[in-house]
């Protein structure tokens, strides 16, 4: 049951985008009304997925999907994985991309790409989706590929200007950064497990501090790359300058993007991994320190901006700076209730601005 339900956390809104691509209308309210109702019935699955979760005991679940190559030993395919992060990341996604659509049906009024806008929050729903019930790096890839495709257009929603274009280049070449980090640490991650390894082996894994030390160079390389993957994606120094620069869209899709969701997808491939990269020393210290230096920037930033984006764009570099630090300290609750609480404060900020 839960399978199919997760299938549909992922299938529903990219469902909605595909039904929104075919159907050529420019009347807005029926644009707006498919957008709003697959967005609602993604939010009636996520709370529907997470109490089935809740009444079956709340144990991490993991199921294999679709094996799309082997050769001997080895298996690359696609699997899904659903515990109290998913759980957390999900709700929190839904309910506000719902909130974000329903404000966006009049705010968008008359736009010129009214269709586009809702076409790539739902396209952008689907591939968070995708990312947070991943249960390996390979599935988990995929969706945040669509999410930096999202990102792109909708920073450069305004195409006829200058500047909106300009900085939705400079955003994508930063997330290409992370897409390489990210890419890296699969490919290592394979050389070191000798396969394709889940999240859920990850963190059940006994023999985990042995293995990384006997191997600590690669270890220490693959911890590199995700913690490069996870501060490009989360604009933690020294890549904290794109996070301003990405508030050149409408300001509905700031708030989901920048504000409260997509921003925080470097804390979520952290806290995937926690039980992988908390035993690299190293790896806690840049950690910290980026953490630290992201916060003190972000902090005094944010107090001389002249426009309100940007206040809060830089006050929110500051908040996962914290969480970067408290992830270091292996405060993962208390990372993933900061993550919810500055998820909504931002998203509500942007809105009423």
């Known amino acids: 049951m839960i399978h199919l339900l997760i299938l549909a956390l992922v299938m529903v809104p990219l469902s909605g985008w595909l039904l929104l691509t075919l159907i050529r209308t420019k009347k807005e309210i029926t644009i707006s009304t498919i957008a709003i109702t697959t967005v609602a ?36 395919y696609f699997d899904f994985y659903f515990d109290h992060i998913s759980a957390a990341f999900v709700l929190i996604g839904s309910l506000l991309t719902l909130l974000v659509c329903t404000y966006s049906r009049v705010y968008m009024h008359r736009e010129e790409g009214y269709r586009r806008f809702f076409q790539t929050i739902l396209f952008f729903l689907g591939g968070f989706s995708l990312t947070v019930v991943s249960g390996n790096l390979e599935t988990l890839f995929i969706g945040w590929e669509i999410l930096g495709i999202s990102s792109f257009l909708l920073i450069a929603f305004y195409r006829d200007r200058y500047l909106p274009v300009k900085n939705a280049v400079k955003v994508f070449s930063i997330y290409r950064i992370g897409d390489l980090g990210i890419l890296m640490a699969m490919w290592l991650s394979h050389h070191f497990w000798g396969g394709n390894i889940t999240f859920y082996e990850l963190q059940h894994m006994p023999e985990m ?145």
């Open 41 to 76: 019935l993604q939010s009636i699955l996520a709370i529907g997925t997470t109490l089935y979760w809740l009444l079956r005991g709340h144990l991490p679940y993991t199921k294999k999907e679709w094996v799309l190559y082997a050769s001997h030993d080895y298996e690359f």
């Open 209 to 353: 501090s042995a293995h990384l030390d006997h191997y600590g160079a690669i270890a220490t390389a693959i911890g590199m790359m995700l913690v490069l993957t996870a501060f490009a994606k989360s604009a933690v120094y020294p890549f904290s300058f794109w996070l301003p620069r990405a508030m050149e869209g409408p300001t509905p899709s700031s708030a989901i993007f920048y504000g409260s969701i997509s921003v925080h997808l470097g804390i979520f491939l952290l806290l995937r991994t926690h039980h992988f990269w908390y035993h690299l020393p190293w790896i806690k210290a840049i950690l910290f320190l980026g953490g630290l230096i992201s916060l003190i920037t972000g902090g005094a930033a944010a107090r001389v901006q002249s426009s309100i984006k940007s206040q809060i764009a830089y006050a929110s570099i500051a908040q996962i700076g914290i969480m970067m630090m408290e992830l270091n300290l292996d405060l993962t609750w208390l990372a993933l209730i900061h993550f919810i609480g500055n998820a909504h404060l931002r998203t509500y900020q942007l809105l009423v601005s």
